[in-house]
Each structure stands twice: as structure tokens, then as C-alpha cells.
């Protein structure tokens, strides 16, 4: 027999199909927020931290993949990854 999805399972595949855009996991973000003092975080608050943050990482690997290749390298390393944030500040 097939399963009959109805509106449920339109919101759970949209749900999956949310998640696959992006990289980082709510939960740890909320934690983080929570560690710096907040007693209280929307989830508006934590996914648009987490947006921030994908787009700082991206960003940052960005300039690392850069710095590799000038080093004739194709290996992204430590150093690339702090030099690039030392560039980013």
C-alpha cells in the first residue's frame, strides 16, 4: 500500500528540504547564545545567528582556499584558516 502523506508530511519534506540549505545544526547555536548570558533565545534569533555564521565560515574558507592556492597547495591548512580570520578582523 502506499502512505498517505497528507499535510504532515508536506511540512516534514519541506522541513528536510529547509535543513539541506544549511550546515549548521539550531541546537548548538541556541547552547552558544544561552552560554553568553541569554536566559531566553527565539528561533528567529538562533537561525539568523546561524545564517550570520554560515556566511562568516564561507567567507573565511573562501580566503583560506586563496591563500592555499597562492602556496601552490591544494590543501587548505591551520595557518590558512587564522590568517584568513586575521584578515576577516
Same mark, same amino acid.
Given at each position: 500500500?502506499?502512505?498517505? =502523506?497528507? #499535510?504532515?508530511? +508536506?511540512?516534514?519534506?519541506?522541513?528536510? $528540504? *529547509?535543513?539541506?540549505?544549511?550546515? /549548521?545544526?539550531?541546537?548548538? &547555536?541556541?547552547?552558544?547564545? %544561552?552560554?553568553? @548570558?541569554?536566559?531566553?533565545?527565539?528561533? *528567529? #534569533?538562533?537561525?539568523?545567528? +546561524? $545564517?550570520?555564521?554560515?556566511?562568516?565560515? !564561507?567567507? &573565511? @574558507?573562501?580566503?583560506?582556499? *586563496?591563500?592555499? %592556492?597562492?602556496?601552490?597547495?591544494?590543501? !587548505?591548512?591551520?595557518?590558512?584558516?587564522? /590568517? #584568513?580570520?586575521? %584578515? =576577516?578582523?
Amino acid at each position: 500500500m502506499r502512505p498517505v =502523506w497528507g #499535510a504532515l508530511g +508536506r511540512v516534514a519534506r519541506k522541513g528536510v $528540504n *529547509e535543513m539541506a540549505k544549511r550546515e /549548521l545544526p539550531l541546537a548548538p &547555536i541556541d547552547r552558544l547564545v %544561552r552560554r553568553a @548570558g541569554a536566559a531566553r533565545v527565539s528561533s *528567529e #534569533a538562533t537561525a539568523a545567528l +546561524r $545564517n550570520i555564521l554560515e556566511d562568516l565560515a !564561507v567567507s &573565511i @574558507g573562501k580566503s583560506a582556499v *586563496e591563500l592555499a %592556492r597562492h602556496s601552490k597547495r591544494t590543501t !587548505v591548512v591551520e595557518d590558512d584558516i587564522k /590568517l #584568513a580570520f586575521a %584578515r =576577516w578582523q
